[in-house]
């Protein structure tokens, strides 16, 4: 269940529902309480308000599945140096990657003004550090800013594919000289070596194109006649299968070769997405899952990414905060968000039991916005909501990426990109360590599932820890 909050003198209907919270802030006086002003009656409890809300809004919501990808705005390409001039070109070579994955197509690389954008893609860094691989090879690793990034699309008409995305759960038949196995998520035993290549071969397709794919888990491997159904998409069995199994969308594709070229065709089921087969071809089982997964890229963005147009000069995030038990809760919330230096508003958009979302206005990097919070300890990061067990959630292989090592003190216009102090020499064990490029479930009504993918920054996830702060939020 969720209700839409709406601040002091805002309209007053709920979106999508057409639920009026005039009554509601009359009996509470909540609006009027964290604006400040002294409310004229108030004969009702704020607990009994919280309760009141769950109670009307009972059933209004079903979850769906949808997923924040992390790592958009990452890349790393080989390098033949650290000069400046070797730099600039391995800036722009990872903004290219970049581009491609948040706008949603390959066609922006086509566009009028992106080698403008790539001449100057240093601008965009937040951070960098330049490596060696156990060839010898120089790799550089950079992490550009989402809002920079997104603006410099706008600038040229691109569009912008948000953090959010819709979460594919493949089944995926494949067929070689006469034996057809099915990829999974991991190895179901010996004689799987053929899932195992196809398994990365899809993984690393979808790392470049930061789309969600997930694989079913070994134990289907021995179904055979859910493989056989799979084959002749025959979608009915799939799905009961896939009942347990977190997705938006089922993709049932079989994968067979004739002669030297290899054939993937599909099925979809989720979200309007079935319109027959369709399918691609290549010549090498690397190229055709990157031919697969750019159509099924391109066709989610071409629904879900927003225009330039929409992309405003304050950018938005949702902040999901755990244990707001209270109306004080929501105030104290929402008044120290309002007081950090990045933030240009906080309105509170709905409240599901004892959880809180608010929609943060803010200026200059999400990164930037993401340390002053760490500031307050009340704002506990909820880390664990990220599985690190890929039987959890789905989860490929991306990129090792530097952290940023700008200061929280600094304004957002004054700081630059960082390089990151370390080891010059990496291990394919510390690379393995820090690639995991995890996808962290959003749980959205379905309503909202819309609003929820076309949103262009990650929902940041809190745990509400009130204690007493000396120093901060009046003194308290």
Not at 7 to 13: D, Q
Not at 43 to 53: E, H, N
């Amino acid at each position: 269940m969720y209700i839409a909050f709406l601040k002091s003198g805002a309209a007053t209907h709920a979106l999508g529902h057409g639920v009026s919270y005039a009554p509601f802030m009359r009996i509470a006086g909540c609006f009027m309480s964290v604006s400040g002003q002294k409310p004229a009656q108030r004969s009702v409890s704020p607990a009994w308000f919280f309760a009141l809300f769950a109670f009307l809004l009972v059933g209004f919501s079903a979850q769906v599945t949808a997923v924040t990808v992390s790592g958009l705005y990452s890349a790393k390409v080989p390098v033949e140096g650290s000069s400046p001039g070797q730099l600039a070109q391995g800036y722009a070579d990872g903004l290219s990657q970049v581009l491609v994955r948040v706008s949603g197509t390959r066609d922006v690389l086509a566009m009028e003004g992106v080698q403008t954008l790539l001449s100057d893609a240093e601008s965009l860094l937040l951070s960098y550090q330049v490596a060696r691989d156990e060839s010898g090879q120089s790799v550089l690793s950079m992490s550009f800013g989402a809002v920079g990034v997104n603006r410099a699309l706008a600038s040229i008409n691109a569009p912008v594919w948000g953090a959010n995305r819709p979460l594919t759960l493949a089944w995926i038949a494949a067929e070689d000289r006469g034996s057809r196995t099915l990829v999974t998520r991991s190895d179901a035993g010996a004689g799987q070596e053929s899932s195992a290549s196809w398994r990365a071969a899809f993984d690393e397709a979808a790392r470049k194109r930061g789309l969600p794919v997930a694989l079913p888990p070994a134990d289907f491997a021995a179904d055979r006649e859910l493989l056989s159904d799979i084959w002749g998409q025959f979608i009915g069995r799939v799905k009961s299968a896939s009942e347990d199994l977190d997705h938006d969308v089922l993709a049932v594709v079989r994968v067979s070769r004739a002669g030297g070229q290899w054939r993937a065709g599909w099925v979809f089921d989720g979200m309007a997405m079935n319109a027959g087969e369709e399918s691609v071809t290549a010549q090498t089982p690397e190229a055709l899952a990157e031919a697969m997964i750019n159509r099924w890229a391109e066709l989610y963005a071409s629904r879900y990414a927003v225009s330039a147009a929409e992309v405003g000069d304050s950018p938005q995030v949702d902040i999901v905060l755990r244990g707001v038990t209270s109306l004080e809760d929501y105030a104290r919330a929402n008044k120290v968000l309002e007081g950090l230096t990045p933030v240009v508003s906080v309105g509170a958009h709905r409240v599901r039991d004892e959880q809180l979302t608010l929609r943060v206005a803010f200026s200059g990097e999400l990164d930037q916005l993401r340390e002053y919070i760490a500031l307050d300890p009340r704002f506990v990061p909820m880390e664990s909501d990220v599985p690190a067990d890929p039987s959890d959630a789905a989860r490929i292989t991306a990129d090792p990426v530097a952290s940023s090592s700008t200061n929280a003190e600094e304004t957002p216009e004054s700081q630059e990109a960082q390089p990151v102090e370390g080891d010059q020499q990496t291990s394919a064990e510390e690379s393995e360590e820090t690639s995991l490029y995890t996808y962290q479930p959003v749980p959205v009504d379905e309503e909202e599932a819309r609003e929820a993918f076309e949103s262009l920054y990650q929902v940041l996830y809190y745990r509400w820890q009130p204690s007493s702060v000396i120093g901060s939020d009046g003194g308290e």
